[in-house]
């Protein structure tokens, strides 16, 4: 695992932005892994004023993304379609028929499930796949568990997830019960993982991932067997290292 440190949240979302660009000018028609949360929103922001700026051409880059809730559509101001539209797809030169993320209308777990498993293997796997960790150390919808999914699968979200979204809709019968997730393998897959950190509340996570046992209770621990894991974090992240 290679950590770049970054002074702050500005720094990081640069930095990251900077490996990103360097995939997509050196490969055009890569295949880019894209993460939700409020950590990669700068990151886009940096992307999105390179694109403006004539530096940076989306119009052969596909991209999946990690996770989506289950009986949101596109049009669901919380839907993660929704997100990735708002916050990046709707700046740049993407042709958005090539930007996946599972759909949340399809009722059918088992098939909502495996058509984004042959969306991935249909685009050849992923370049690059953006993530952000998640405050036990989860990455997509993967949570803490006796073991680590494999692909993309639908999980219950826990009480205090719930908990923590309800303030985002109407009620909270509205929040979401279940989501679609990439599964481990599939991230682990990926020929390259970039991995964003920002802030103290992340610092203990942080560092269990990096040092602690590789374990499904933690489960971007994993990463450490990944071969090309760049992990970007603010120095208020890192202070646990
Ligand atoms: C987002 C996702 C989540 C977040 C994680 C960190 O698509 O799958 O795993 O990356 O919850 O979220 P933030 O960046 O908001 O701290």
């Given at each position: 695992m ?6 702050d949240?500005?720094d990081?979302s ?6 990103i660009s ?10 880019l ?21 004539g530096d940076l ?20 101001d919380?839907s993660?379609?929704?997100f990735?539209?708002h ?6 030169n ?10 949340g209308l399809e ?8 058509a ?12 690059l ?15 803490p ?8 699968h639908c ?25 679609y ?16 950190v ?17 374990t499904?209770a933690?489960p971007?621990?994993i990463l ?5 894991v ?11 290292m």
């Amino acid at each position: 695992m290679k950590i770049y440190r970054a002074k702050d949240y500005e720094d990081l979302s640069r930095k990251a932005a900077n490996i990103i660009s360097s995939k997509v000018i050196l490969k055009p028609d890569c295949v880019l892994g894209l993460a939700t949360g409020s950590t990669p929103i700068g990151t886009y922001k940096n992307l999105i004023q390179s694109y403006e700026n004539g530096d940076l051409d989306f119009s052969d880059v596909t991209s999946v993304n990690l996770d989506e809730y289950k009986g949101l559509g596109p049009d669901h101001d919380q839907s993660y379609r929704y997100f990735m539209n708002h916050n990046l797809f709707d700046h740049i030169n993407i042709d958005k028929a090539r930007t996946f993320v599972p759909d949340g209308l399809e009722a059918d777990s088992d098939k909502a499930c495996q058509a984004y498993n042959d969306i991935i293997a249909g685009c050849g796997g992923i370049d690059l796949q953006l993530l952000g960790l998640g405050h036990n150390g989860h990455i997509g919808f993967n949570e803490p568990s006796d073991e680590f999914e494999k692909e993309t699968h639908c999980v219950d979200l826990t009480e205090s997830t719930i908990d923590a979204n309800k303030r985002f809709f109407a009620s909270e019968a509205d929040v979401p019960r279940q989501a679609y997730t990439m599964g481990i393998k599939t991230i682990m897959q990926a020929r390259k993982v970039l991995v964003v950190v920002s802030g103290s509340d992340k610092a203990d996570i942080l560092a269990k991932v990096v040092n602690g046992p590789v374990t499904p209770a933690v489960p971007a621990s994993i990463l450490q067997m990944h071969n090309d894991v760049i992990i970007v974090a603010d120095e208020a992240a890192l202070s646990k290292m």
